[in-house]
């Protein structure tokens, strides 16, 4: 069974751009959620996707927005980039959205902004 | 606040050691915590989840313990090997809401 996918491996923009980020979740599981893990950080929250709605984020900027397919895939956008935005962003997944459930994490899209 | 705290930041051991991590947490109220270990560059693999009524679970060579009234958790690692080098995060999620909270996690090196 394929895991948690992620796209693109690497992103590099400069300041005042878009990014977009990517992730398929594993087969069956309706959850998505976001995570930014800057350098020396510990994972912070960002979003929670369930059945195709932003059920909760965490305490970034309206800059920091997504969404969630049909498919339960899940796109992360970051708008006006700025340097501090330099980070390992995770995606990971779940079967239901509640938070018993084991989260199975991606291997991350390293952004990097110039 | 709700807060997950891990010591040491770093541990250095010699292959074969045995080592013991610490979480302290203020999440309230509380559901559930996890231990994850993270190689460099790729996403956290789940080791162990303990609910309040836990207060040890195995998986292997790592010992999680759970201590619901001081809000303390450990993460033991019998017989270290080079493969244990990692970051172990420690992750509390609340009742309510589905947020989970991460320790800033400890890194170590199993050294031959």
């Known amino acids: 069974e394929a895991g948690v996918t992620q796209s693109p491996t690497h992103l590099i923009k400069t300041r005042g751009q878009q990014a977009t980020l990517r992730c398929s979740p594993i087969?069956?599981?309706?959850?998505v959620y976001w995570y930014q893990q800057a350098l020396g950080l510990g994972l912070q929250f960002l979003l929670w996707?369930?059945?195709?709605?932003?059920?909760n984020r965490g305490n970034f900027p309206p800059r920091f927005s997504g969404r969630q397919f049909p498919n339960y895939s899940s796109e992360l956008n970051v708008n006006a980039l700025e340097l501090e935005d330099s980070a390992l962003y995770l995606c990971?997944?779940?079967?239901?959205?509640?938070?018993?459930?084991?989260?199975?994490f991606g291997p991350g899209t390293r952004l990097t902004v110039l | 606040k709700n807060q997950v705290e891990q010591s040491p930041q770093s541990l250095i051991i010699l292959e074969g050691k045995n080592c013991t991590l610490q979480c302290n947490y203020t999440v309230s109220p509380f559901s559930n915590l996890r231990w994850y270990k993270q190689d460099t560059g790729r996403g956290p693999v789940s080791l162990t989840i303990?609910?309040?009524?836990?207060n040890t679970k195995s998986n292997g060579r790592y010992t999680a313990t759970l201590d619901a009234d001081t809000k303390q958790s450990s993460l033991h690692i019998t017989a270290s090997q080079l493969s244990d080098s990692a970051s172990y995060i420690c992750?509390?999620?609340?009742?309510?809401?589905?947020?989970?909270?991460f320790g800033t996690g400890t890194s170590l090196t199993v050294i031959p």
């Open positions: 087969s069956g599981h309706t959850s």
């Open positions: 996707y369930d059945e195709g709605e932003e059920r």
């Open positions: 303990m609910t309040f009524s836990e």
């Open positions: 992750v509390v999620s609340r009742l309510t809401g589905n947020q989970f909270y």
């Open positions: 990971a997944s779940s079967s239901q959205g509640r938070g018993y459930n084991e989260q199975f």
